[in-house]
C-alpha cells in the first residue's frame, strides 16, 4: 500500500527542480495547440482556464503551494487522498508538459502521466492516447466521482482529447499543454465544465 503521508507528494530533489526551473526560464514555447489538451494562447494573460497568471496553479512550486493550501484548510486535503493512481499522478506535480511525453525524466503530455502513473501504481498498461484510455474501465457518472477515476474533457474539437485523474472535492491533476507543468485544476471552472465529456473507474 502506498505512502498516504504528505511525504508522499514531494519525493523531489534539488536537482531535479533546478533543472525543472532552468528548462521553464530557457524554453520560449509557442501558444499552440498541442498534445492532447488545446488549452493555449487564446487567454493571454489570464493563465489557463481564465485563471490569473498569479493563480497557485501556475506557481513555479506546485508542490509548495499544493501543500500549503492543504494545511490551510482551503479545500482538498492531501491527507485523505489514498487511491494508488491518485497519489502516483501527484508525485508527478511540475513535470513539464510534453507532447508525447511518458516519463518524468522526458516530461508528460496529458496521456503519459496517466499511463505512466497507472503502471507504477496499478500495474496497468494503458494505450498512449487519451481517446483508447477512454475505452477502460467502468463509466462513472460525474455525480459518483470517486478518488482515482479517470476524468475526459474535449479540448481538441474531438471526445475524450484530454484526460486527468479526479482527485475528490471537483479537483483533478493532469499535464495540460505546451508551457504548462503537471498541476491541479478545478473541474467546476466554466472551461472545464463546458468540455467534460465523462469519466471512466479502472
Not at 531535479?16 to 521553464?24: G, I, P, Q, V, Y
Request: charged fraction near 15%; glycine fraction near 12%; aromatic fraction near 8%.
Amino acid at each position: 500500500m502506498p505512502d498516504t503521508s504528505l511525504n508522499a507528494l514531494a519525493p523531489c530533489t534539488v536537482a531535479r527542480w533546478l533543472r525543472l526551473t532552468l528548462l521553464l526560464s530557457t524554453c520560449a514555447l509557442a501558444a499552440i495547440l498541442s498534445g492532447c489538451a488545446g488549452l493555449g494562447g487564446s487567454q493571454a494573460g489570464t493563465g489557463i482556464s481564465g485563471y490569473s497568471t498569479a493563480d497557485w496553479r501556475n506557481s513555479a512550486d506546485p508542490i509548495g503551494s499544493f501543500l500549503a493550501r492543504s494545511k490551510n484548510g482551503a479545500g482538498l486535503i492531501a491527507g485523505d487522498i489514498n487511491h494508488p493512481l491518485a497519489l502516483q499522478a501527484l508525485t508527478q506535480l511540475g513535470i513539464r508538459y510534453r507532447w508525447g511525453g511518458k516519463s518524468p525524466e522526458t516530461g508528460f503530455d496529458c496521456s503519459g502521466l496517466v499511463l505512466h502513473s497507472a503502471q507504477q501504481s496499478l500495474g496497468l498498461k494503458l494505450p498512449p492516447r487519451s481517446y483508447d484510455i477512454a475505452l477502460f474501465g467502468i463509466e462513472v457518472p460525474r455525480k459518483d466521482l470517486q478518488v482515482g477515476d479517470l476524468v475526459f474533457f474535449n479540448t481538441l474539437g474531438r471526445r475524450n482529447s484530454h484526460v486527468g485523474v479526479y482527485l475528490g472535492e471537483d479537483q483533478f491533476v493532469h499535464s495540460p499543454a505546451a508551457g504548462g507543468v503537471v498541476r491541479i485544476e478545478n473541474m467546476n471552472q466554466t472551461y472545464w465544465t463546458k468540455r467534460f465529456d465523462g469519466a471512466r473507474r479502472l
